[in-house]
């Protein structure tokens, strides 16, 4: 029997503060001189409080700490705020809490310490694995400060992901192929492997917009390196689980799964945003999004959330739809019915299942290779006629 909170129960804890600001950045980061952590830690602890009192009883499948840099965190704070989370939530055996953490010597030094605190599974944000790419991206740590992070992580932890970005500026194919290579030598359990995007607001999207963002590959270009993403990760034994994620068996990162599956989680910190089932009924939460006002809020009216909005069954269905297909286990039809009340429209489903770009029966409906490549358009023939 398909129950609604079947897709687990997360936690997100936002940390806004970088050492610098990346040009194609768009996420909610901020450069700071100097952060009273023990200010902010009351913060935290009031919001982890709150939050728990609307999901009380649900057993905590996962924490992750998210930025921004979480690891300019004094781990001091973060031993803070698990223990404030134990003492709030039932927490499974096996939770999973993932620090995101850039391999600059720096944070490398707090590694151990993160460990100590807490933290089981270490994110980080390597990037590129040369020096003349990491220039170009606008990181501050060089490949031997990756190399020698990497090592520490390793040391420290059982489960580690690094990121990469490819199709970069001047990247052909073949320097995809001989990065990613690299890359899967080195690689633990996970890879997260995401293509440049140019987004509007970045520096980035400003140079671009003005003609000087030179050296991007052409689609052709963009596609043959996705394809080789897909086959190299395979044949290493960390095969796609997700659009952009690649993981061994059993390494998939459960915080993310949570995602993508249309389970509940709630978002701490400025900007966070949160998806909680109270009564039935689905709610969409978001924090300030500046951190000194969502800090100031906490502090002075007990809250750094903005008003909530409760998300109609045809959204509810739509976000499942668009989660749920990026997932190479794809989506479970009975499951958006107990959670929207509605169905994918069959003649939909029969049209693409006809043009080769998704497969379907009665307990999964999955994008094909094909699909992926197409797979925006593939979400909106599925969410365009949805019936009760």
């Known amino acids: 029997m398909v129950r609604v909170n079947d897709a687990g129960f997360g936690l997100y804890i936002h940390w806004p503060f970088c050492q610098s600001k990346c040009p194609y950045c768009d996420f909610n980061s901020h450069v700071a001189g100097r952060i009273d952590q ?12 709150r939050a728990a009192q609307d999901t009380a009883g649900l057993r905590l499948r996962s924490v992750f700490f998210g930025g921004g840099t979480p690891s300019l965190m004094d781990p001091e704070t973060v031993f803070a705020i698990l223990d404030r989370v134990r003492a ?3 927490v499974a055996n096996d939770w999973e809490v993932t620090l995101e953490a850039n391999p600059g010597s720096a944070d490398a030094a707090r590694f151990r310490a993160f460990r100590a605190a807490g933290v089981n599974r270490l994110s980080m944000g390597v990037q590129a ?3 003349e790419d990491l220039k170009r991206l606008g990181r501050l740590h060089t490949l031997a400060d990756a190399m020698a992070a990497f090592d520490i992580a390793k040391a420290c932890y059982d489960r580690v992901s690094f990121d990469l970005i490819y199709a970069r500026q001047y990247q052909t ?3 995809w192929a001989q990065e990613l290579t690299r890359a899967l030598d080195m ?5 997260s492997l995401y293509q440049l995007t140019i987004e509007d607001g970045t520096a980035f999207g400003d140079r671009y917009a003005r003609g000087g963002l030179r050296g991007l590959p052409d689609e052709d270009r963009s596609v043959a390196m996705y394809e080789i993403t897909q086959e190299l990760c395979k044949t290493a034994g960390l095969p796609a689980y997700e659009v952009s994620n690649h993981a061994r068996l059993g390494a998939q990162s459960q915080h993310n799964l949570i995602y993508w599956r249309g389970g509940d989680y709630a978002g701490v910190g400025p900007g966070a945003h949160g998806r909680v089932t109270l009564g ?3 709610w969409a939460t978001e924090a300030l999004k500046h951190p000194w006002a969502w800090l100031d809020a906490v502090e002075k009216r007990g809250t750094g959330e903005l008003p909530r ?3 109609a069954p045809i959204e509810r269905a739509q976000e499942y739809i668009l989660m749920g297909l990026r997932l190479n286990e794809g989506l479970d039809p009975a499951r958006l019915e107990v959670i929207s009340g509605l169905s994918l429209p069959s003649a939909a489903l029969a049209d693409l299942c006809e043009l080769g770009l998704i497969t379907a029966d009665h307990s999964r409906v999955r994008t094909t290779p094909q699909g ?4 925006n358009a593939v979400i909106r023939r599925l969410t365009e006629d949805l019936a009760p």
């Open 38 to 49: 023990g200010r902010w830690l009351q913060a935290y602890l009031a919001e982890i409080d």
């Open 88 to 90: 709030n939530w039932p």
């Open 129 to 131: 694995l040369n020096d």
């Open 173 to 175: 194919p073949e320097d």
């Open 187 to 191: 690689a633990v359990d996970h890879l």
């Open 280 to 282: 039935g009924r689905r």
């Open 309 to 311: 909005d409760e998300i």
């Open 372 to 375: 992926r490549m197409v797979l």
